[in-house]
């Protein structure tokens, strides 16, 4: 098993920059990669930004590139999703998935094995 807590999340204005991170614990050395999604009330879990652990290979949502970074620690088994020039349609619960068996970055919800609880993100206009 490995546990996922997300923190960084909070009320933000439009323009403003957040930083995200999920610390894995537990069986943590199985994790291949890592990724954020998002999700709003009554819409589908949306795929942000992923890592893959041994190489680092980054992949992102069209809607995020630019914007966001994504970047693990693989010691301390942390990893960070850097939010800038926030927007008000960022406004979304992220959620931090780890997948065991993915070697890619990959964007798929049902390649990641272990999810966390969420944390709010609210940019105000």
């Known amino acids: 098993q490995v546990q996922l807590v997300e923190s960084g999340g909070g009320l933000v204005q439009a323009g403003d920059s957040l930083r995200l991170s999920c610390a894995a614990s537990?069986?943590?050395?199985?994790?291949?990669?890592m990724g954020w999604f998002r999700q709003v009330p009554g819409k589908e879990r949306e795929f942000v930004a992923a890592v893959t652990w041994r190489l680092s290979s980054t992949n992102y949502a069209d809607t995020v590139k630019g914007r966001f970074t994504i970047s693990r620690d693989n010691p301390k088994n942390t990893v960070w999703l850097q939010i800038n020039s926030l927007k008000p349609e960022d406004t979304a619960v992220y959620y931090c998935?780890?997948?065991?068996?993915?070697?890619?970055?990959?964007?798929?919800?049902?390649?990641?094995?272990?999810w966390g609880q969420g944390t709010q993100v609210t940019v105000s206009s």
């Open positions: 998935a780890a997948a065991v068996l993915a070697d890619t970055a990959t964007s798929r919800a049902g390649s990641y094995d272990y």
């Open positions: 537990g069986r943590a050395a199985s994790v291949s990669t």
